[in-house]
């Protein structure tokens, strides 16, 4: 893919800039978080972390649309069919579009509702309502930059994608900024920050797809329905992997509230963030590696598909080990970045949880590498399976378990799904890559 690099070589040169644009891509929201505690407070905090599974899902449908995609175009463009290519590209971004309308109706119309199913408070829920509706309108932006983000890498320009992300978070922060401490519009301000930086990211996206750089260029296409679906199921696992925090915060904001009420919800708000920067990490690396995979798929290599997973393995996990190893050093002044210093308490029984509630993050990366593996292999239904008993069935078997143990206990409810959905893992990998394949 890399003429006259080596696969090792090539896997640096794709996984560092997809590393990066994700951690980018994560501060997106934590930026949002600390301009809110600091600019707004910790129950408006509470309301962001709260609206977290709305904006997980436009990232989740993104997702799934560009990796669904990115598998086929890679694999085609391994097979010199690049014209074919550029059709499901074309394909995919019009779904997209369609999809992305139709999230920004649902949002305006059953906000409230919405945001009481979400498990808002009294004190939230206003918060919960502001933040929604305003990114609603910016959904298409959200979906957008993410296929063009995923598709920039499997066109051979990883490092480009890097940079264009970057240009949204610093405008994100410039704009948080502005609009929260002196505009002084609080949880709107961010929101609309948020929005308008996914807006000028697309448009640079823009820029490429409709020059003369790269291979992957939008073409007249037929609407082509087994097309559609055939994107959708390749792209699953990592819709339903981008999607699972959303849906892991769902679960884990009613137990919470339950277990230890509102100043447990807001200690969550702030072990979340950090919980998402360890697991991007091993995204990152599997994602970076995806069209790799894709790529070579196509080529029937299997040694180098082979040697890729173990590369993925063992950088993904040795990079969230060393960053849960910096967090439990820095668990103090991390939770003070986002409580005030007046909630010293608070400060200090979040430094101390978070150093148990973020052990699952460190073992999360196998489970992430499999799964995307499978995708790039085109074979999705065991990610799919995987990530879906993760954040659902795995985590409430794990929540019931530490609520009938009562209090702090709730805070290992995701070890014990993580360790279950590892065990799954081993089996699809056991008898993917079993020597007599």
């Known amino acids: 893919m890399q003429e006259g690099k080596s696969l090792k070589q090539q896997f640096v040169h794709y996984i560092i800039p997809s590393i990066a644009a994700q951690l980018v891509f994560t501060l997106y929201t934590m930026v949002d978080a600390i301009f809110v505690a600091r600019g707004v407070g910790a129950k408006a905090l509470a309301g962001v972390n709260i609206s977290a599974p709305f904006v997980t899902a436009l990232f989740a449908i993104s997702i799934t649309m560009a990796v669904g995609t990115s598998t086929q175009v890679g694999r085609l463009r391994g097979e010199g069919n690049a014209e074919k290519a550029s059709g499901i590209f074309t394909l995919n971004f019009a779904v997209a579009t369609i999809l992305s309308l139709v999230i920004t109706i649902l949002a305006f119309v059953f906000a409230g509702p919405f ?21 609603a309108p910016f959904a298409v932006f959200f979906i957008y930059s993410y296929l063009f983000e995923i598709l920039l890498a499997t066109d051979g320009f990883p490092a480009k994608a890097t940079k264009i992300v970057t240009v949204g978070v610093v405008a994100n922060f410039i704009l948080d900024y502005v609009f929260i401490f002196i505009f002084h519009w609080g949880v709107f301000g961010a929101a609309f920050a948020t929005g308008i930086s996914q807006l000028l990211v697309t448009m640079i ?153 973020l052990i699952f993050a460190v073992i999360d990366g196998f489970t992430v590498i499999v799964s995307i593996t499978m995708t790039g292999l085109e074979k999705p239904l065991p990610g799919i399976i995987l990530s879906g008993l993760r954040c659902t069935v795995f985590l409430l078997i794990g929540c019931v378990i530490t609520t009938l143990i009562g209090g702090d206990a709730i805070w290992f409810a995701m070890l014990i799904a993580e360790l279950q959905t590892t065990a799954g893992g081993l089996i699809v990998l056991k008898k993917e890559f079993r020597k007599d394949r």
Not at 127 to 135: F, K, L, M, P, S
């Open 115 to 135: 945001a009481d199913a979400l498990g808002a408070t009294v004190n939230t829920r206003d918060y919960v309502i502001d933040y929604v509706r305003t990114i």
């Open 205 to 357: 996206y823009l820029i490429h797809f409709l020059g003369p750089k790269g291979s992957i260029k939008f073409r007249k296409f037929e609407f082509n329905l087994k097309e559609i679906a055939g994107s959708i199921y390749r792209g699953l696992p990592s819709g339903v992997m981008e999607v699972s925090p959303g849906v892991i915060t769902f679960i884990l904001v009613h137990f919470v509230k339950y277990n230890l009420g509102e100043d447990g919800l807001v200690a969550f708000s702030a072990m979340a963030y950090m919980a998402g920067i360890m697991i991007i990490l091993a995204v990152g690396v599997a994602q970076g590696t995806q069209p790799l995979i894709s790529f070579y798929n196509g080529k029937r290599d299997d040694a180098a598909i082979r040697t890729l997973l173990k590369y993925q393995l063992v950088t993904g996990i040795s990079l969230e080990l060393i960053m849960y190893i910096l967090i439990c050093l820095l668990s103090s002044v991390y939770a003070g970045i986002f409580l005030s210093a007046d909630a010293g308490y608070l400060i200090d029984y979040t430094a101390g949880m978070m150093k148990y509630y």
